[in-house]
């Protein structure tokens, strides 16, 4: 039986070096939590989601949806671009970019140690063909790699894992599928970390290229000027 895997970062060169490991195999996911207690479930599988039928609410979102998104063709399109704005679906965000996974661990901000999960499921094959399958109707967790339907789904690197049913918890799973590692971050340096990472380009400005982006990005600005004030004394 697998184990999970925990590592300890305090610092922008621990946090390297444990990414390292990762760089020749392309089969690796990445995915932040802000709390280290959170469980690799889907929304759509937590309360107070978990009581309602998720096919419903989509299909309720999607018809009035359609009036903005002309270019989707398929549930997966309009799926991937529900959980990217929000809507409790079945799908959970994963990115091939241990950074942007870095970002969203530790962009709230909390007072707890925040983790980076790495995910590798060994079956190549475990990734969904969207042409032949329904995603309501697909059982245990597999590999969904979205169409470019959203630029905020290509600037962050997002691959999605689809869970049937939506409560399914990969940490449960992984133990007959795969290998989950389990960075930790501890939370003396979960605010330094952002500092680290918009130095090195990963921002809401990179991450969400919109007006909303661009307005959290000034705000964080703004509201840390004096980061780099001090840094000239």
């Not at 989950?180 to 290229?209: A, M």
Request: with cysteine.
């Amino acid at each position: 039986m697998s184990e999970i895997r925990e590592i300890h970062v305090t610092s922008f060169v621990e946090l390297h070096e444990a990414f390292a490991e990762y760089r020749r195999d392309n089969l690796w996911l990445f995915r932040g939590h802000s709390d280290i207690d959170w469980k690799l479930v889907p929304k759509a599988g937590r309360e107070p989601y978990i009581n309602s039928m998720d096919k419903n609410s989509f299909e309720s979102w999607k018809r009035r949806a359609k009036e903005y998104l002309p270019t989707a063709n398929s549930d997966w399109d309009f799926l991937s671009i529900a959980q990217h704005h929000g809507l409790a679906t079945r799908l959970l965000d994963w990115t091939f970019n241990p950074l942007i996974a870095a970002f969203f661990a530790v962009n709230d901000n909390r007072e707890t140690d925040a983790c980076i999960f790495a995910y590798r499921n060994r079956y190549r094959e475990r990734v969904i063909d969207t042409d032949y399958s329904d995603p309501f109707e697909t059982d245990g967790i597999m590999k969904f790699k979205p169409n470019a339907t959203a630029r905020r789904i290509t600037s962050q690197g997002g691959i999605f894992t689809i869970h049937g049913p939506p409560n399914l918890d990969l940490q449960d799973k992984f133990k007959d599928e795969g290998k989950l590692d389990k960075i930790i971050i501890g939370k003396e340096y979960r605010g330094e970390l952002l500092f680290d990472l918009n130095h090195y380009g990963i921002n809401h400005l990179s991450l969400f290229p919109d007006l909303d982006g661009l307005s959290r990005h000034v705000n964080f600005y703004m509201e840390n000027q004096n980061f780099w004030v001090s840094q000239l004394d």
